[in-house]
C-alpha cells in the first residue's frame, strides 16, 4: 500500500517539494490542496503594480502541473485538523493522510484593525494586484488629487510605494505621477529593522522618488473614502495596507505552538513538536536557527521543500530524518526606480548591481522556463507588458 502524503499549498515550499521528491514520488499517493488554481511568485508583484510585468508571467498553474506528475491537485481550502491523521477540507471533504505538509504561506497582518481590514488594498497575491492596477487605471482617469497612503514602511510598504510612483510617472506625459504616495509608518524610521548602511540609501531613493514619509503615524477613523491620521483627516485616498505579514489562519486552527507572527514552531527537522508526521515550511513555519527565528523569504521556503522531500525518501526507507541547517544568501530591498539595497553572501551591494541581483534572483526561482524566457524579453523592453 502506497503512504499518503498531503501537501498544503502549492507555493515555493509546496512546488519545490513535489519536484524534489523525484522518483519516490511513485511510491506515494500525493495529493496537493490549494485555495488557488495557481501558483504566485509574490517577489515581483510590485513590478506588476509599477507596469514593468504582466501578472500572467507571474502565475504557475497547479492543476497542469499536477497532471504531469501524477498528483492529485485539489483546488480547496483546507481548513484543520479533525484527528491526527485527517485534514479537513473547507467544503467538509476529510482527507486523510500518512505524512501531512504545511506550505500555507502568509497573508497581511491588520494587527486586528477591523475596518482598515475591509477597506484596504493589500499587495500578496493576484486579486490584490488586480484590484490595485484596477484602482490605478481609475484614479489615472480622474486626474490629480487623489493620495495612495500606504501603511507600513517595511520593504514591501517602500517597495509598493516606489512601484505607484513609477506607474503614475509612466502614465502621465510630464513625467511626475498625477497622485500623491505616503507612506505612514508607526515607528520613527521607516525600514527601521534593517543595518544604517542599507536602510540609509534606500530612504534616500523613497525621498528622491517624491514620496511623502510620516513617522510616528497613528491611524484613527477609517472610512470608505477618507482616513484619519494623526487628528488629520485625509479625502480622496486609497488606503494600501503593507504593516506585516502573519502565518495563514490555518496555522491558528491547528493545536500547536506558533509565534508572534501566528507561525507554527517546528522542529529541527521541519516537524510539528509531538507529530513526527507532520511538517510546516515556509512562511507557515518559524524555524529557529541559533537564537533567531528565520525571516519569510523564498529562499527559505524552497530550501525547507527540498529537505522535507530528503527527509520523506529518508522516513520512506525507514531511516531517521535528518535536521535542516538553513543557509542565508542574503537579502535585498528593490526599488521600482530599477535600484536595489542588501546584502549577498555577506557582501553588501547596492544601485543597479543590487537590482540586477534582485531580477537575476526572481528569474532563478521562477517556476516555469516559459514565464522565464517572457519576463526575460518584458523586463528588456523586447516584449509589450499586458494590461500597460
Ligand atoms: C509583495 C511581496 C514581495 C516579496 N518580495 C520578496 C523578495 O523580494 N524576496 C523574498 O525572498 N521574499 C519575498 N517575499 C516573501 C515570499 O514571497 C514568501 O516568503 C514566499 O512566497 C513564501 O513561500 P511559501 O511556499 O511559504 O508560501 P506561498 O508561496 O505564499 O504559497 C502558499 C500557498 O498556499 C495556499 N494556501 C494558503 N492558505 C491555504 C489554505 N487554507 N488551504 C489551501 N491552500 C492554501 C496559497 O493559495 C498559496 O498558493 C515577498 C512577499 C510579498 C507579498
Known amino acids: 500500500m502506497k503512504k499518503k502524503l498531503v501537501i498544503v499549498g502549492g507555493g515555493f515550499a509546496g512546488v519545490r517539494l513535489i519536484r524534489a521528491l523525484g522518483r519516490a514520488a511513485s511510491r506515494l499517493e500525493i495529493t496537493l490542496v490549494d485555495r488557488r488554481e495557481e501558483a504566485v ?48 477540507l473547507s467544503a467538509g471533504r476529510l482527507l486523510p493522510f500518512d505524512f501531512l505538509v504545511l506550505a500555507a504561506g502568509a497573508e497581511p497582518n491588520f494587527h486586528g484593525n477591523r475596518p482598515a481590514r475591509e477597506i484596504a488594498l493589500t499587495l500578496a497575491g493576484k486579486a490584490d494586484a488586480e484590484r490595485l492596477q484596477k484602482r490605478l487605471e481609475e484614479v489615472l482617469s480622474r486626474g490629480p488629487g487623489h493620495t495612495f497612503l500606504v501603511v507600513g514602511g517595511g520593504y514591501t510598504g517602500a517597495e509598493t510605494a516606489s ?24 515607528a520613527p524610521e521607516i525600514l527601521g529593522n534593517l543595518p544604517e548602511g542599507i536602510a540609509v540609501p534606500a530612504r534616500r531613493e523613497v525621498k528622491r522618488l517624491g514620496i511623502e514619509v510620516t513617522l510616528s503615524a497613528r491611524i484613527g477613523e477609517v472610512g470608505d473614502d477618507r482616513i484619519e491620521v494623526d487628528g488629520e483627516d485625509i479625502r480622496d485616498c486609497t488606503l494600501i495596507w503593507s504593516a506585516g505579514m502573519k502565518a495563514v489562519d490555518l496555522a491558528g486552527e491547528l493545536d500547536f505552538p506558533r509565534d508572534k507572527q501566528g507561525r507554527l514552531k517546528v522542529n529541527d ?30 529562499q527559505f521556503s524552497w530550501a525547507e521543500g527540498s529537505k522535507t522531500a530528503r527527509n520523506i525518501r529518508r522516513i520512506l526507507k525507514g531511516k531517521r530524518p535528518r535536521p535542516y541547517r538553513p543557509f542565508d544568501y542574503g537579502y535585498l530591498i528593490p526599488c521600482a526606480s530599477g535600484r536595489a539595497w542588501g546584502i549577498i553572501l555577506g557582501i553588501r551591494v547596492s544601485g543597479r548591481l543590487g ?22 524579453l518584458e523586463l528588456a523592453g523586447l516584449k509589450r507588458v499586458r494590461g500597460r
Open 163 to 186: 512601484a505607484l510612483v513609477y506607474a503614475g510617472r509612466r502614465a502621465d506625459r510630464s513625467g511626475t505621477a498625477p497622485f500623491t504616495v505616503r507612506i505612514l509608518e508607526l
Open 269 to 298: 527537522d521541519l516537524t510539528l513538536p509531538g507529530a513526527g508526521h507532520i511538517f510546516a515550511l515556509g512562511d507557515t513555519a518559524c524555524f529557529t536557527a541559533g537564537d533567531r527565528p528565520l525571516r519569510m523569504a523564498v
Open 355 to 376: 537590482s540586477f541581483f534582485h531580477y537575476f534572483m526572481c528569474l532563478f526561482r521562477t517556476l516555469s522556463w516559459r514565464n522565464r524566457f517572457l519576463l526575460v
Open 41 to 88: 511568485f509574490l517577489p515581483l508583484l510590485p513590478d506588476v503594480v509599477a507596469g514593468k510585468v504582466s501578472l500572467d508571467r507571474l502565475l504557475f498553474g497547479l492543476e497542469d502541473f499536477c497532471g504531469r506528475r501524477g498528483v492529485e491537485f485539489i483546488n480547496s481550502a483546507a481548513a484543520g485538523l479533525t484527528d491526527p491523521h485527517t485534514l479537513l
